[in-house]
């Protein structure tokens, strides 16, 4: 089953998957190693909803949407704000990283598959052209696999840039003090 996160204001958070809703408190949990999540934040599944309230062990799951009081803040706290982007944009680093990865594996597979269509066809040209095919088909696979690759870097460099960007950014934060920025920094690099 699919559980939605929203803010108060109903902006979408993100969304996780539980097997039933016996298991919401522990996908909740893996859920909140990913995404920061804050009071009167609230849940949706299966037709039900269930709001984050601050209790006296940190946030708890309470059944019912519940609307934050006028009294309390309707922006939250600039470092709340920014544990958010952070950890949104670790994430897109992150992805940048896994993407690198996805972009060698294809380049090395084009080329495996180059090179033996590369075997496989000069079996069927005539006997002086077979070698030239087979050149023909391991330079292509070797231009393949170097595209690939440069491309795979480039987007590692651009992915381990961004992080080293928001480590930096953390660092001189005007809105957060020595011990906020450790506690920002150990929270958002978890799991990174």
């Known amino acids: 089953m699919k559980v939605f996160v929203f803010q108060p204001s109903n902006a979408p958070v993100g969304s996780f998957e539980v097997e039933s809703l016996d298991a919401l408190d522990a996908g909740l949990e893996k859920f909140r190693r990913i995404e920061c999540l804050e009071a009167y934040d609230f849940l949706e599944c299966a037709g039900r909803r269930w709001t984050l309230m601050a209790g ?24 709340a704000r920014l544990l958010r982007r952070y950890r949104r944009a670790y994430r ?18 084009l080329g495996v598959v180059t090179a033996l269509a590369g075997c496989l066809g000069s079996s069927q040209v005539a006997q002086g052209e077979a070698v030239l095919f087979l050149l023909y088909a391991f330079i292509a696979a070797a231009v393949q696999v170097v595209v690939f690759m440069f491309f795979s870097v ?28 450790s506690e920002v920094v150990d929270e958002v690099t978890k799991g990174f």
Do not use: C, M, N, Y
């Open 154 to 181: 480039l987007v590692s460099v651009l992915g381990e840039i961004l992080r080293a960007s928001l480590d930096t950014a953390i660092h001189t934060s005007l809105f957060l003090d020595e011990q906020q920025k």
């Open 56 to 79: 006296p062990s940190g946030l708890e799951l309470v059944e019912g949407k519940v609307d934050r009081p006028e009294s309390a803040a309707l922006d939250p706290s600039p470092a």
């Open 92 to 109: 897109v680093g992150a992805s940048a990283l896994g993407f690198s990865k996805v972009l060698a594996g294809i380049g090395w597979g």
